[in-house]
């Protein structure tokens, strides 16, 4: 049974950074992609970032440059480095890798607040 386990969340000001990490119950050699939804209340799931298993990345328009994903695969971790945070930002982050399947984390909330 693969796991995807979120950390890193929590409550950050504007302008602030947080990084997020999603560590796998496996390998993810052989995931790809990788990479991050968020959720926003009353919105649906939107991309954020993903990778794939050659390091190629892609990003939301409305996260370019401030946000850096990366995966780690002798850690089995994949991140989500967040700079220059906005108040647009604050939702709940689902890392989700696919393998045969798509395979999700439980969520870490991240509240972007004066």
């Known amino acids: 049974q693969v796991q995807l386990v979120e950390s890193g969340g929590g409550l950050v000001q504007p302008g602030g950074s947080l990084r997020l990490s999603c560590a796998a119950s496996?390998?993810?050699?052989?995931?790809?992609?990788m990479g991050w939804y968020r959720q926003a209340p009353g919105l649906q799931r939107r991309l954020v970032a993903s990778i794939d298993s050659a390091g190629m990345t892609n990003y939301a328009d409305s996260v370019k440059g401030r946000f850096t994903i990366s995966r780690d695969n002798g850690r089995n971790t994949m991140y989500l480095q967040m700079n220059s945070l906005k108040l647009e930002d604050t939702a709940v982050y689902y890392c989700?890798?696919?393998?045969?399947?798509?395979?999700w984390g439980q969520g870490t909330q991240v509240t972007v607040s004066s």
């Open positions: 989700f890798g696919y393998y045969g399947q798509n395979y």
């Open positions: 496996t390998s993810i050699d052989s995931f790809n992609p």
